[in-house]
């Protein structure tokens, strides 16, 4: 059974008393069976996210970033080794993944629904989410009618519907256009700030994880281990075109193609 | 701060987020019906020809006209209302029988992979079985009784029912299934929400299929069964071609046919309203 509203907010200040660290990755390896090979996803990667710190994976495809994500998020099974999430986890994923038969509020109440908030409030509740992410007015609207922005607006709406203490995401603005990527990238730093969540933001995109970040973790690939940690000390908010950005941002691309370069 | 940012959205969205042309719904029908009428004008057209050409009498093959004469003096009868009537009744049992026990069916197939196995081959056999095929033994089990004529409709329209959910549930977007799993929703719960869901279209589909298997060995069976006093389409077919009465037996073909046809748009007009809804329907032109 889940804590109602206000108990979770007891016991996650519990957990914030007790641990420091919001995620634990422990020597975590992923093995796929592809016919008779045995493909290895992940293969002993290990690190730590603390309380409320943004962090984002970079690492070429292939390096096991979306496994990582399914691992915590609990939709996929380690091999071996641990991975532990203190707290509760909504997952964003790349595309935005949202239910076409219902409207973008209906979308965010069925998160709401599933975490057991009463069904007086979830309109009220779902319609004040979907105003934090500024699509005010776009309640009633159903995922086709929406734009790749709004969509994944949507999908943010619902992972802050579930409440959750960390938000996995995997490459949620790929595929969108620049403009659309840089008010997201700000929104969520915004909400980010506001909620102190803990944020694992996977990306194969070596400026996004710079503007956003507080750490970037450099992803090996076939199989994904961490390479290379960099953490960023550029003051907030950040500018994708800024030099200093652009300098870190470099440095990670240069080793991650020195990565692919190994394959 | 919240109120300035709120004209942020760029350019893409800004146009994605025009309000769709919202049709005179007048409009959508008689667009929907003049391509009907016409065929049906059609159909009566070639009809008459054929009577013209003198190929039978006009006593074994009658014009449209006289016959729709009749239909009209025969709507006039309440026996005549009577006899569709218990001809409903039936379909809408034996065909809300069998779309509840198709589903229940259906979901057990998906989720159990034993029944999967066991049962899953045997639904394509069955749909392929013409259900009046099932009338002897209905016969023998329940005599000449509503009975038999229920079980004949259930075993015509179940299967293609429970083969349009299952094949609806198979079909589910893994990322739906995986979004549903991310947010909490497990076994029944990811049912409810996303599975049935996201299956409803080809559920309607199956649902419809059925609807005309279920038609169809209704109508076999209602001439089979001929049970006294009883008045029912297939009986009043069967009645005029005793009487040699060609104007009452098309009379009541039209009446097959036009129910045919109502329940079909029906479906139709389901199956669009699905796909407005999930945004296939594409550019109206």
């Known amino acids: ?263 | 701060m919240a109120a300035e940012l709120a004209p942020q959205l760029s350019l893409s969205e800004a146009l994605a987020s025009r309000p769709h042309p919202v049709r005179r719904s007048a409009a959508r029908v008689w667009s929907g019906l003049w391509p009907k009428l016409g065929a049906a004008v059609l159909l009566v057209v070639i009809w008459q020809l054929v009577v013209w050409s003198g190929w039978r009498t006009q006593s074994a093959l009658p014009g449209p006209w006289p016959v729709l004469e009749r239909l009209a003096n025969d709507l006039r009868h309440p026996d005549f209302y009577a006899g569709i009537g218990l001809t409903l009744r039936r379909i809408a049992v034996g065909y809300a029988i069998a779309a509840a026990a198709a589903s229940i069916v259906a979901i057990l197939i998906a989720r159990i992979e034993l029944a999967r196995r066991a049962v899953g081959s045997l639904l394509v056999g069955l749909q392929s079985m013409p259900s009046i095929a099932w009338f002897p033994l209905a016969i023998l089990l329940l005599q000449r009784s509503e009975g038999a004529i229920t079980l004949v409709v259930v075993m015509g329209a179940a299967p293609a029912i429970a083969a349009g959910l299952l094949s609806g549930i198979d079909h589910v977007h893994p990322l739906l299934i995986r979004v549903g799993r991310a947010m909490g929703a497990d076994g029944l719960r990811l049912y409810r929400h996303v599975i049935l869901p996201a299956a409803l279209p080809a559920f309607v589909g199956g649902l419809k299929q059925g609807w005309a298997f279920a038609w169809r060995s209704l109508m076999s069976a209602e001439l089979l069964v001929v049970a006294a006093n009883q008045s029912s389409i297939g009986q009043l077919l069967q009645s005029a071609r005793n009487l040699n009465d060609a104007q009452q037996l098309l009379a009541v073909m039209v009446v097959i046919f036009v129910i045919g046809i109502a329940v079909d748009s029906v479906f139709g007009m389901l199956d669009t309203a699905i796909r407005r809804r999930w945004g296939l329907l594409g550019v109206e032109t």
């Open chain 1, 1 to 263: 059974m889940r804590p109602p509203l206000g108990g979770k907010a007891i016991v996650s200040n519990l957990l914030a008393l007790s641990e420091k660290h919001a995620l634990s990755v422990e020597r975590l390896t992923v093995a796929f069976s592809h016919g008779e090979e045995l493909l290895l996803a992940l293969d002993g990667a290990t690190f730590e996210v603390k309380r409320g710190e943004f962090v984002c994976v970079v690492g070429a495809s292939g390096s096991g970033k979306s496994t990582l994500l399914n691992v915590l998020a609990g939709l996929d099974r380690p091999s071996a080794g641990r991975a532990h999430v203190h707290g509760r986890v909504a997952l964003i994923f790349q595309e935005s993944a949202l239910l076409p038969w219902l409207t973008a509020a209906g979308n965010v109440e069925l998160a709401l629904e599933l975490r057991g908030v009463s069904a007086s409030v979830r309109q009220e509740l779902a319609y004040e989410l979907l105003g934090r992410v500024h699509l005010a007015g776009f309640e009633k609207r159903r995922p086709h009618e929406l734009s790749g922005g709004m969509k994944q607006r949507v999908a943010l709406a619902r992972a802050l519907a579930q409440d959750a203490d960390v938000l996995l995401m995997d490459e949620p603005f790929g595929a969108l256009d620049a403009i659309s990527r840089d008010l997201l990238h700000e929104e969520l730093e915004r909400i980010w700030r506001e909620s102190r969540l803990t944020i694992l933001f996977v990306t194969h995109n070596a400026r996004e994880a710079v503007r956003l970040g507080d750490r970037v973790m450099v992803f090996t690939s076939r199989p994904g281990r961490v390479a290379q940690e960099v953490q960023v000390n550029l003051p907030r908010p950040r500018s994708l075109d800024s030099p200093e950005l652009a300098v870190i941002a470099g440095r990670i691309t240069e080793r991650l193609k020195h990565e692919m370069a190994v394959i």
